[in-house]
């Protein structure tokens, strides 16, 4: 899942990246409009976060340009606290949804699930492995069976199953998984793998010697 930020602010753009990194998401930060163009037109983008706030072409014109040019891509806008009029103004212009800054980083992910979901884009609540249903909190079986999940278990394991192709080093787990604030060492990963192996089965994750982990096949 690819989500484009547009914020000039570069303190909120760096913390709503490092957000969304943590939470599995993919994130290109730009305001370079060909940039955009070229990521619109690819299809590469499925949410966009939008500050209305910007220099040169404000988030309103971008927002109108991009529906007048046929994009239907979600977008939630970022709006001043207590601004109603650039609330209506932008869900006027297109937007799906909006949120007041400042906002709490939970409500602006729960949006995001709701406006991905909407556009058939997401499915919350709809992550699997195999015969699991995977959800922070909770792993459900098929079968009836129910596992309790952490949030830093299922974050770790929603990461896998973002990149199932990929070897994902030590490093990158504890960059994308991981609150920066307080980053874990090495040894916090191989225990929150070995916690996914105790639940899911010894060959849900593959130690690929010297490089990482790569998602594998949970136990039926
Ligand atoms: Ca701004």
Redesign the pocket.
Known sequence: MKILIL???PTQAASLERLLRRHAYQVVSTLDDDEILFQLAEGMIDLIIL?L??PGASGLERLRRWRSAGYATPVIVLTARDSWHERVDGLRAGADDYLGKPFYQEELLARMDAVLARSGRGQPGELRFGPWHVQEGLLRHDDGREVPLTITEFRLLRFFLAHPKQILSKRQLIDHVWDDQAPPGDNAVEVYVSRLRDKLGRNALKTQRGMGYQLGEPTP
């Open positions: 914020e000039d602010d500050d706030g910007l």
